[in-house]
């Protein structure tokens, strides 16, 4: 572990906190950005290109602006008067703790159940494309089909609205 | 020199090829040099830091030359001198100008959100100049020789639509605002053109590398050169490449954001001084890269457009091409009147896109159909029969009428 890692970690979990933290829901979703910037460059530092620019162009690009727009468009932008931690943070406390146990014990048990993959493996871009249309195209296929259904459901929506108002 | 490969550069006349070749290496050969003064362990981070120097400067130098030759072309396209007092041909314009901007008052409004305000031009312009590490401007000339190249410029790209929103929220305006939506809207429509225009090519080369793109297209026979752009799939995608790139740069007559008779100046309508010249070089380096990605998908990169002129050096001909570029879309805004909003819309989604995934379709029948003069007939007459049915069909529908408002009655 390098300081880089050190540092990219640092600026990845301040983002999540302050995202947490923040009172204003927009400064929320531009910290959540810097998080995922963070993440993106932690792949990039584990020599997993594609899985880091991946992150970078679906997160940073898209997703960050989808959240933006959503809270624009809902009238969440304004500062809300109540308190950051809500009356139930116990029960997310605990719930957040019992995911990161379970994801920490599936990695810890990986390391046991695949011992020959602590090398750095040496993946390109063309062997990830293989892999998605060869051993893996059938969850690809599901998702293509559930990606489709759910932009369908938005065209629907969004004309149900349309139609409404005339 | 018929074909030329690339890596084996065989020296066939002892003294004229190491000219050529120095003179087409001249910048990397002068990166070695300044380089090699410095003790060895520092040499990688060194030379790195030159490259990144040597863009950093370069491209802001090309800017304040573009600001004059576009105010120079414009006021010749509309009839009137255009600058021409400070300097030769008012050339030193842009130092004035710099000069201004460096000492206006930068003005923040009270409501403002400051950090947010302050932060916008900042995120622009360093997610814009990240977009040119990856851009191959010469032989051997790339900063960062990425495997997966394409994706991380458009990535960058990506990471430029929310510069621009953190500018328009954080103004507090609703000129600003109105103008960031408007922006975020349009470059998230026309990425996906731009997207999909790209795929083609990286279809073709099977590679995301922009150096293996180039390397695909610097092959010549009979004299002519392999660009993209001379195949049917690589003309329908460069067109719709080209009008993705006017759009995602918010060039006229995509310019809505910055719609001066709607909203001010959009989402940089609170911006002064310097923050504002920032927005201004964002948006011409933004030009420079998406134009330089163009020329490196589809017009061949570095590659000579003629296999007698290999011997001009690579980095010549890459700026050429890139200023040609800036040309036509300084000869566009010149021309052509804005966009409305819905037309853009349809535009994008309803006919631009579906042209993109018929383009897919095309290369890909391309490949399939063998090399002989079978496959040029089939894929322009499908290209273009879509064209002319999407065209025809569009003008069926007798959408062209007097104008009609919703709102404002």
Redesign the interface.
């Known amino acids: 572990m390098s300081y880089l890692f050190y540092l990219l970690a640092a600026l990845t979990v301040a983002g999540a906190l302050a995202a947490l933290m923040l009172k204003?829901t927009?400064?929320c979703a531009?910290v959540l950005?810097v998080a995922f910037a963070g993440l993106a460059m932690l792949f990039l530092n584990l020599d997993a290109?594609?899985a880091g620019?991946?992150q970078?162009?679906v997160y940073?690009?898209?997703v960050?602006?989808l959240v933006?727009?959503a809270i624009?468009l809902t009238k969440g932008?304004e500062t809300s008067k109540d308190e950051v931690f809500s009356r139930s943070w116990l029960v997310g406390l605990v719930i957040a703790a019992a995911v990161f146990a379970v994801l920490s014990w599936a990695v810890i048990g990986s390391i046991r159940v695949l011992p020959h993959e602590m090398a750095v493996p040496d993946v390109?871009?063309?062997q990830i494309g293989d892999a998605l249309v060869d051993r893996y195209v059938l969850p690809l296929e599901i998702v293509a089909v559930l990606l489709t259904a759910a932009m369908i459901g938005a065209v629907i929506v969004a004309r149900h609205e349309k139609e409404e108002k005339r | 020199m018929q074909s030329q490969p690339k890596p084996p550069r065989q020296p066939k006349r002892e003294c004229e090829i190491p000219v050529i070749e120095k003179t087409d290496q001249l910048f990397v050969l002068l990166q070695h040099w300044l380089v090699s003064f410095l003790p060895a362990a520092m040499q990688p981070v060194a030379g790195v830091l030159l490259s990144v120097v040597a863009i950093v400067c370069i491209f802001p130098a090309l800017f304040a030359l573009t600001t004059v030759f576009e105010r120079k072309g414009l006021g010749r396209i509309q009839n009137r001198l255009g600058p021409n007092r400070v300097g030769p041909f008012g050339l030193l314009q842009p130092v004035a100008d710099g000069i201004k901007s460096l000492t206006k008052e930068d003005i923040v409004p009270l409501s403002a959100d400051a950090v947010v305000h302050y932060l916008a031009p900042v995120v622009l312009v360093v997610a814009v100049f990240m977009g040119f590490a990856v851009l191959p401007m010469g032989r051997k000339m790339v900063l960062v020789d990425l495997d997966a190249g394409l994706l991380f410029y458009f990535a960058m790209g990506a990471s430029t639509e929310l510069a621009v929103f953190m500018a328009g929220w954080s103004s507090r305006n609703k000129y600003s605002l109105l103008g960031a939506m408007r922006a975020v809207a349009q470059m998230i429509s026309y990425e996906v053109v731009l997207l999909l225009s790209s795929v083609t090519v990286v279809m073709m080369t099977g590679s995301l590398s922009l150096t293996k793109i180039v390397e695909a297209q610097n092959q010549y026979s009979w004299g002519l050169p392999h660009w993209f752009i001379f195949t049917p799939w690589g003309c329908a995608g460069f067109a719709m490449y080209a009008i993705a790139a006017t759009a995602e740069t918010n060039r006229s007559p995509f310019d809505l954001p910055e719609g001066e008779s709607e909203l001010v100046a959009g989402y940089h309508t609170e911006y002064s001084g310097f923050k504002f010249a920032l927005f201004f070089l964002g948006e011409y380096l933004a030009m420079f890269s998406i134009s330089g990605l163009g020329t490196t998908l589809f017009l061949g990169g570095w590659s000579a457009p003629l296999s007698s002129l290999t011997w001009v050096p690579s980095w010549i001909w890459f700026f050429t091409k890139l200023m040609l570029s800036i040309f036509v879309f300084i000869w566009m805004r010149g021309t052509l009147p804005r966009l409305r909003q819905d037309q853009l819309m349809n535009f994008a989604w309803k006919f631009i896109l579906p042209m993109c995934l018929l383009n897919l379709f095309v290369a890909g029948l391309w490949t399939y159909l063998g090399s002989g003069w079978l496959r040029w007939v089939i894929c322009s007459a499908i290209l273009i029969a879509a064209y002319a049915a999407m065209g025809w069909g569009e003008m069926r529908r007798g959408k062209i009428g007097p104008r009609s408002y919703r709102y404002a009655e």
């Open positions: 204003n927009v400064h531009l950005t290109q594609f620019i991946a970078l162009l940073v690009g898209a960050a602006i933006v727009i624009l932008s390109t871009v063309v």
